[in-house]
């Protein structure tokens, strides 16, 4: 595993839904993870990033609906979704902090999930 997002889904606006990504220790590490997502037509943008110890960061569109979190022992990041619009529609990936334009630190975009949120 390197990087591997999962717990998309269709979901009613209004509705949650859990996002879960299992890293290779390698990446994980103590690396700052963070949530991405491009939408369609749309480059990919930053949602939410966690530092090894915990310090979090929003993007404005999902500040007091999102939260994200991490679980070192098991390298893994989390993404609790409330309150979830048709804007959050778009493919979610897991990764690293960026180092450049779209360009994580792990060097690579792995698989992401789709969620889709229905009005």
């Known amino acids: 595993v390197q990087l591997q997002a999962s717990g998309g889904g269709l979901v009613q606006a209004g509705g949650s839904l859990r996002l879960s990504c299992a890293a290779s220790q390698n990446i994980f590490s103590s690396n700052v993870m963070g949530w991405y997502r491009q939408a369609p037509e749309k480059q990919r943008e930053l949602v939410a990033i966690i530092s090894s110890g915990g310090i979090t960061k929003y993007a404005d569109s999902v500040k007091g609906r999102f939260t994200i979190s991490r679980d070192n022992a098991k390298n893994t990041v989390y993404l609790q979704m409330n309150s979830l619009k048709p804007e959050d529609t778009a493919v979610y990936y897991c990764?690293?902090?960026?180092?450049?334009?779209?360009?994580?630190?792990?060097?690579?975009w792995g698989r992401g999930t789709q969620v889709t949120v229905s009005s």
């Open positions: 990764n690293t902090d960026l180092v450049g334009p779209d360009y994580p630190l792990s060097g690579y």
